[in-house]
């Protein structure tokens, strides 16, 4: 039998193994603010795919700013050359992902229309089915996007020991909430899942919840409280604010920094 790279390094989802997850109340009108200096949300674990495992990335973000990319999440090696993935709004406020190997090659694909930082909350996702660049997919409030493989050369392993990081690379000026990594390409009927009824705020109501990795609903009333982000997932992959204050949790229509 072929092992995934998930089996073969033990990453095996396990739906609430906390009762305390599975048990707590739900309560969405809250996000984390980002003041595009120097704040981000270091996770504990999550995203850690290889190049051609198939996945998807979700978030709700709001912004107008977006001068040099921000990053929306990313998993990538700290130090040393670029290694891993990034999800991010480019300078042109398009909707960019980006994988780095080992051997410092890249695949960088986008959207080709800014339709993400108006200052309005939209529901931003990108997937992949396991290929390559040509597999990539980006979905702006459930509508597809149109894209562009800027580059599609990575072929090795762009895996790396450092967790994700919510709001960096080029800090993110503006508010996230309901970031969600999944170990699995979204279908066009669960992305519609996703984002309808009571399943667009909580996950768990979804039929493929199983697949969630890691959800980080980012000011959860009474249970983020700073600097703790909690993950909803069950697989206790926690985080927490960094250079950051509980005022950088706010209401959903508090006014853009």
């Not at 190049?51 to 990538?76: L, M, N």
């Not at 409030?141 to 800027?150: A, M, R, S, Y």
């Not at 020991?161 to 969600?180: C, E, H, L, T, Y």
Request: with cysteine.
């Amino acid at each position: 039998m072929i092992l995934t790279s998930r089996e073969k390094t033990g990453f095996r989802l396990k739906k609430f193994r906390s009762s305390e997850v599975a048990g707590l109340s739900y309560n969405d009108r809250q996000c984390v603010q980002f003041g595009g200096i120097d704040q981000y949300v270091q996770c504990s674990n999550g995203g850690d795919w290889e190049r051609g495992d198939p996945f998807s990335v979700s978030a709700w973000i709001r912004t107008t700013y977006v001068a040099a990319g921000r990053g929306i999440i990313q998993r990538a090696q700290s130090a040393g050359p670029n290694i891993g993935w990034f999800f991010n709004l480019n300078s042109l406020g398009y909707l960019s992902y980006t994988e780095w190997d080992t051997d410092s090659k890249f695949t960088i694909v986008r959207t080709t229309t800014a339709t993400a930082n108006d200052g309005d909350w939209h529901h931003v996702l990108v997937s992949s089915d396991g290929s390559d660049g040509t597999g990539i997919n980006f979905y702006i409030d459930g509508n597809p996007q149109n894209k562009n493989i800027i580059f599609n050369q990575a072929v090795n392993s762009i895996r790396t020991a450092d967790p994700p990081q919510i709001g960096v690379a080029n800090p993110f000026r503006g508010q996230i909430r309901q970031v969600a990594l999944w170990s699995k390409e979204l279908s066009t009927a669960e992305i519609n899942q996703l984002l309808s009824g009571r399943s667009a705020t909580d996950l768990r109501e979804l039929t493929f919840f199983d697949n969630c990795d890691a959800w980080w609903r980012m000011g959860a009333i009474a249970h983020d409280i700073y600097p703790n982000i909690r993950d909803w997932s069950g697989n206790e992959n926690h985080a927490s604010m960094v250079n950051m204050t509980q005022n950088d949790i706010v209401p959903l229509n508090t006014t853009l920094p």
